[in-house]
């Protein structure tokens, strides 16, 4: 249980920084950094941990890239689709959890993740195209 609330922790990290990255430049923004000196990642050993480690930083970069670029003719339109690329990339981290991790309460976690940001996306897909967005 401790690794995985340090992954998660370390997850949270990268999330507020990745927009920070993001936001300066979507080009190799943590390319050739070297994260085992970060005080979180000390039990983030093998490779299996760095695979989940960069398939988080993709997917929070893909979801930060779209977030970024997503427009709306009126503020509640681009709330929305703010939200549906934020609930997308929680849905994508969850599922990253799901492939890598190995607690159990962990997995239902990232389960729960899925299942609320699933409903919680096609609310403001419906939302949007009930007002023709």
Same mark, same amino acid.
């Given at each position: ?16 920084? #990745? &927009? ?10 943590? /390319? +050739?950094?070297?994260?085992? !000196? $970060?005080? %979180? ?16 930083? #993709? &997917? ?10 997503? /427009? +709306?003719?009126?503020?509640? !339109? $681009?709330? %929305? ?53």
């Amino acid at each position: 249980m401790q690794k995985t609330t340090v992954a998660l922790a370390v997850i949270a990290a990268f999330s507020v920084g #990745a &927009a920070t990255a993001s936001a300066q430049s979507t080009q190799g923004a943590m /390319k +050739g950094m070297d994260h085992s !000196a $970060m005080p %979180a990642m000390k039990g983030m050993k093998g490779d299996h941990n760095m695979m989940a480690m960069n398939d988080y930083m #993709a &997917a929070m970069k893909k979801m930060d890239q779209a977030m970024m670029s997503a /427009k +709306g003719a009126t503020p509640d !339109a $681009m709330f %929305a689709r703010k939200m549906i690329a934020h609930h997308q990339g929680a849905i994508d981290m969850a599922q990253i959890q799901l492939r890598h991790g190995a607690d159990a309460d962990a997995k239902k976690i990232a389960q729960k993740t899925i299942d609320e940001n699933t409903k919680g996306k096609a609310e403001l897909e419906a939302w949007l195209k009930s007002h023709g967005g």
